[in-house]
Each structure stands twice: as C-alpha cells, then as structure tokens.
C-alpha cells in the first residue's frame, strides 16, 4: 500500500464535524453517553479510506494500549457473532472506547461523527430518506432543524473511490471497528 494522503478526508471531517455541531447546539443537545449508548451499536464500516485512517490513528497509540484494545477486540467479535448467528445481537461497547470516550476521537469514522441528530438523505432517484435521531435527543419531530447527510456521503463516496484507485483495491469492505483492528490490513 503507498502511503495514502488523508488531507482530503480530515477536511471532509472538520465539514461533517462543524456541521453536526451547528444542529446540536440548535436542538441544545449535548452527547455525554447515555444508557443506549451509540458506540454499543453494531454498525458496519463499509470504505477503506475510512479504515486506513483509522488504523493510522491506532498505530500512534503505545503498545500496552493497543494490546487492550486488541484483547477487547477480540472479545467483541468473539462474543457478538457467536450471538448473531443465533439471532441475537449483544450490545457490547466499542473496543476503542474507554471511560465513556473514544480513545481515538480524531480518527472515528463517518458514522461514529453523525450518528444522533435527526437527519435526512436524498439517494438519488428516490425519495427523501429521513432518520429521528437518538432516543437520548429526546427530539420533537415537528421541530426538525434540517441537517443533510447527502453531502458528506457523496463526497466520501469520492474519495473512496480515489483511495481505492490509488491503492488498487477491489472487493468490498464490510466491518465493525474490531474487525478492523483485528484484521488492519486494506
């Protein structure tokens, strides 16, 4: 793999960053952890840049600290797809996240970035795809402050197509986080 450049993606961060914040601070919400907590969701990642970057930001972490969260990596899968293919999703923390916090905030994913405010989608060809938020918002759905995720999602969308160009990669990606810190190659 040749040393990709994330330029383009930490910007596309500091967009989708910026941007939630503006809507939060409309809406007064503050994310500090709740019971139904996001980061014991099972989300899949599905773009290699994304991946890269986040394996960039865990080989900056000691090796004591990357041996847990590996050790809790492996647990995680161990135990959540034992449970899925019998049809039951656990809800286990992330494996980066440690006292309530991500322990490698810069370099979290798109989905970890926006996850929590309602929001809406404009796939192409189809209708508007709308999403409530978190049940920690406590949202007033007739009170909907427009945040659109289409932006992000279409320029992500280019660079992944340039990250996988550049470093010649086809196939698809489908991972969680541990995954991804158990298997860091792209």
Not at 85 to 97: D, I, R, V, Y
Not at 125 to 139: E, L, T, W
Not at 159 to 178: M, S
Request: aromatic fraction near 12%; proline fraction near 6%.
């Amino acid at each position: 793999m040749t040393h990709p450049d994330f330029s383009f993606l930490i910007q596309l961060y500091e967009n989708m960053d910026s941007a939630y914040d503006r809507v939060a601070d409309q809406y007064g919400f503050l994310c500090d952890g709740c019971l139904d907590n996001c980061c014991t969701s099972l989300f899949f990642h599905h773009t290699f840049i994304e991946k890269a970057f986040l394996i960039q930001g865990f080989s900056t972490m000691t090796d004591p600290c990357r041996k847990e969260v590996r050790n809790k990596a492996d647990d995680y899968v161990r135990q959540t797809f034992a449970r899925d293919t019998a049809g039951q999703s656990l809800k286990l923390m992330c494996p980066l996240n440690h006292r309530g916090r991500c322990i490698l905030y810069s370099y979290r994913p798109m989905i970890c970035r926006l996850h929590g405010l309602p929001h809406e989608l404009h796939p192409p060809g189809r209708g508007v795809i709308r999403g409530p938020g978190c049940d920690a918002g406590h949202f007033d759905t007739r009170a909907y402050i427009p945040f659109d995720r289409t932006p992000f999602y279409t320029e992500l969308a280019a660079l992944e197509r340039q990250f996988r160009e550049q470093q010649h990669l086809t196939g698809r990606l489908r991972q969680t986080i541990a995954q991804m810190l158990l298997d860091p190659g792209i």
